[in-house]
Nanobody
């Protein structure tokens, strides 16, 4: 499965961005998709995940109530709507897809990774 993330950019604090992740290839074999991020000088961390059915949505505590994950299986695309952005949300955002078998907040649950898209939030 190939993943292409897009939608990053520069936004002021309090603003919004919507990230997209387009999937191609054997997408039917991937039951879970998710977003991770890596801030400068920090390890990559979990952001949100969603199953193929659109259920079992999970968010990391720092983004709860501000970010919304969704997917359109007909378009093989996953989205991350990010509202009320904060400077601490600045990071490279990666999308990922996996078959499952591990807790979806763990990187090991994912087999395929996109190239990342940079989100910069200015104060």
């Amino acid at each position: 499965v190939q993943l292409q993330a897009s939608g990053g950019g520069l936004v002021q604090a309090g603003g919004s961005l919507r990230l997209s992740c387009a999937a191609s290839g054997r997408t039917f074999s991937r039951n879970v998709m998710g977003w991770f991020r890596q801030a400068p000088g920090k390890e990559r961390e979990f952001v949100a995940t969603i199953r193929r059915s659109g259920t079992s949505i999970l968010y990391a505590d720092p983004v709860k109530g501000r970010f919304t994950i969704s997917r359109d299986n007909g378009k093989n695309t996953m989205y991350l709507q990010m509202d009320s952005l904060k400077p601490e949300d600045t990071a490279i955002y990666y999308c990922a897809a996996g078959s499952g078998g591990w807790a979806p907040s763990l990187e090991r649950a994912y087999d395929d990774w996109g190239q990342g898209t940079l989100v910069t939030v200015s104060s």
